[in-house]
C-alpha cells in the first residue's frame, strides 16, 4: 500500500474544519510517527532530496528552515581608537573626556557581545531522515544525528530546540524553526527519548487533531501514546 496521508482528504470538508496547511504537516507526520513506532520505517518512500542518503537511511522530509544558535556574538575584545591629546588645556581636557567616554561605550559594547544569546543563521534547507537532520544554509551544512543529541524540545509549533556536545565535548544549543518540527522531535523522540513527557503525554500534537481529521475526512492513526 503506497504511504500517503494525504491523499483521501476531502478538501472541501477540510475548509469547512478550518483545515490549514500546516495541517497537512502534521497528517503527515502522524503517519510517519505510526510507521516508526510499528518499526515500518521501510514501508514510508523516500523524499527527494540533495543531500546524501546512508545505505538504509529512509529521508522522511526535505523543505525550508531558519535556525538560531546559542553563542556569543563576538570574543570580547575591543579596539580603542584614541583621539590625540593635543593642543591648548582646555581642548587637551575636551579630548581627555572624550577618550574615557568612548573607551566605556567600546567596554560596554565588548561585553555585550561577550554574552551569549540566540543568533540567527541565515536561513536554508532542511533534510529530516530516520536518524538525522540535516541542516545546510550558504555559509555552512552539518548533520545531527539524533543519537548525538543530549536533549530534544518541542518549544513552539513550528520550533524545536536541541542540546548536543560538540567534537571537544562542550554543550551546544540550537533551535531550528520550520513547518517539520513536530516531525524532528517525534522521529527522534521516538528512537532516543521514549520517556519524553511531551511525547508520552501526546500533547506534540494539538489538542482535538484526530477530530479535525475526522471532519476533513481523514482518520488519523492512534499516535498519542496512553498516559
Not at 24 to 42: K, S
Not at 133 to 153: G, Q, V
Not at 161 to 183: H, K, M, S
Amino acid at each position: 500500500m503506497m504511504f500517503d496521508p494525504l491523499a483521501d482528504i476531502e478538501r472541501a470538508l477540510a475548509e469547512q474544519a478550518g483545515w490549514t496547511w500546516f495541517d497537512d504537516y502534521l497528517l503527515y507526520t502522524c503517519g510517519v510517527a505510526d510507521l516508526l513506532a510499528r518499526g515500518e520505517v521501510a514501508l514510508i518512500p523516500h523524499t527527494a532530496t540533495r543531500v546524501r542518503i546512508e545505505p538504509g537511511e529512509v529521508g522522511l522530509a526535505e523543505g525550508a528552515v531558519n535556525w538560531y544558535t546559542w553563542r556569543a556574538g563576538g570574543d570580547g575584545g575591543r579596539t580603542t581608537a584614541r583621539l590625540p591629546v593635543v593642543g591648548p588645556p582646555p581642548i587637551a581636557l575636551a579630548a581627555q573626556l572624550g577618550n574615557a567616554v568612548a573607551d566605556r561605550t567600546r567596554r560596554q559594547q565588548a561585553a555585550a557581545a561577550a554574552r551569549p544569546r540566540w543568533v540567527y543563521e541565515r536561513a536554508g534547507s532542511v533534510m529530516i531522515s530516520d536518524r538525522r537532520l540535516h541542516l545546510a544554509n550558504p555559509d555552512r551544512s552539518f548533520s545531527l544525528y539524533w543519537s548525538a543529541l543530549e536533549s530534544i524540545d518541542l518549544t513552539a509549533p513550528d520550533r524545536v530546540g536541541c542540546r548536543f556536545p560538540d567534537r571537544e565535548g562542550t554543550l551546544q544549543q540550537i533551535q531550528v524553526q520550520t513547518p517539520w518540527a513536530a516531525l524532528i522531535f517525534v522521529t527522534a523522540a521516538l528512537r532516543h527519548f521514549p520517556h519524553h513527557p511531551v511525547l508520552k503525554s501526546g500533547t506534540w500534537l494539538p489538542s482535538g487533531f484526530e477530530d479535525k481529521c475526522h471532519l476533513a475526512g481523514k482518520k488519523c492513526p492512534k499516535v498519542r501514546t496512553p498516559h
